[in-house]
């Protein structure tokens, strides 16, 4: 059984991966605003967000075998409707948070662990309107490939970049059939993802299943990001 610590979880994509480590029989640990309703042994919440908060909360969980971070955002608009303010909360959610959870339970990590972080399609496919949100996600893909290099041999550490996926951070952007349609015709698998598509990938990468990738920024996109169609 390893014990796996998600900060963020309650929706989305995070709650789907705390369901299916539960099943696997781990141990999950999450920490968000709001505690999600899995009522579950082995699975503890903790009361956390980390934009009020330096992360040393998280320093005395004990001993841990993974860990993902699942807090983003989707702010979309031209350069020029985007105010600085956007720029900085996009990078404090999506990046800083992230680099505070790290550093708080580094020395939590055991040999072998697995960190599984979340960037987007769009930190490397340029789309418009993303300028905020790409520039965010790429930090967390430098951020990925240094930190796996650093930690190597001792820990693993890898990045997924999912396309546009059906969950409460999407919402907005699928409230209806016609923008629905519009999406997945952008997309050569012609869907949208499912939280439990990536959720499924990123319990691979906690898996040991996963033992020889690291410092990789995997795409989960429905083939938006290297297909041409
Ligand atoms: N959905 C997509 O289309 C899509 C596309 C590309 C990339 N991604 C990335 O995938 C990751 C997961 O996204 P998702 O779609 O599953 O989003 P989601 O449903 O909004 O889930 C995000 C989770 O983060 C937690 N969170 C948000 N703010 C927090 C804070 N201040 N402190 C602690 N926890 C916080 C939320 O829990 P609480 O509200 O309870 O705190 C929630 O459980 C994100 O990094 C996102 O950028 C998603």
């Keep these: 059984m390893k014990h796996i610590l998600l900060v963020g979880g309650s929706t989305g994509i995070g709650k789907a991966l705390a369901q299916e480590l539960l099943q696997k029989g781990h141990k999950v640990t999450m920490a968000s605003r709001n505690r999600p309703d899995i009522d579950r042994s082995h699975f503890n919440h903790l009361s956390f967000d980390v934009l009020a908060s330096d992360a040393s909360d998280l320093s005395t969980i004990g001993a841990l075998d993974g860990f993902s971070y699942l807090p983003g955002s989707i702010a979309l608009k031209p350069l020029q409707m985007?105010?600085?303010?956007?720029?900085?909360?996009?990078?404090?959610?999506?990046?800083?948070?992230?680099?505070?959870?790290?550093?708080?339970?580094?020395?939590?990590?055991?040999?072998?662990?697995?960190?599984?972080?979340?960037?987007?399609?769009?930190?490397?496919?340029?789309?418009?309107?993303?300028?905020?949100?790409?520039?965010?996600?790429?930090?967390?893909?430098?951020?990925?490939?240094?930190?796996?290099?650093?930690?190597?041999?001792?820990?693993?550490?890898?990045?997924?970049?999912?396309?546009?996926?059906?969950?409460?951070?999407?919402?907005?952007?699928?409230?209806?059939?016609?923008?629905?349609?519009?999406?997945?015709?952008?997309?050569?698998?012609?869907?949208?993802?499912?939280?439990?598509?990536?959720?499924?990938?990123?319990?691979?990468?906690?898996?040991?299943?996963?033992?020889?990738i690291t410092g990789q920024v995997i795409g989960n996109d429905g083939g938006k990001s290297t297909l041409s169609i």
């Design 82 to 212: 985007l105010k600085e303010e956007q720029f900085k909360s996009d990078m404090e959610i999506n990046f800083f948070g992230l680099v505070r959870c790290v550093k708080s339970i580094s020395s939590q990590l055991g040999e072998g662990a697995s960190l599984v972080f979340f960037s987007s399609v769009a930190a490397q496919l340029g789309m418009p309107f993303h300028s905020s949100i790409a520039a965010a996600k790429a930090a967390v893909e430098g951020f990925t490939k240094s930190l796996a290099a650093e930690s190597a041999p001792k820990w693993r550490v890898n990045c997924i970049a999912p396309s546009l996926t059906d969950t409460p951070l999407a919402a907005r952007l699928l409230n209806n059939d016609k923008k629905r349609e519009m999406i997945e015709e952008k997309h050569p698998l012609k869907k949208i993802g499912k939280a439990t598509d990536l959720a499924k990938l990123a319990l691979f990468l906690l898996s040991d299943d996963s033992s020889w």
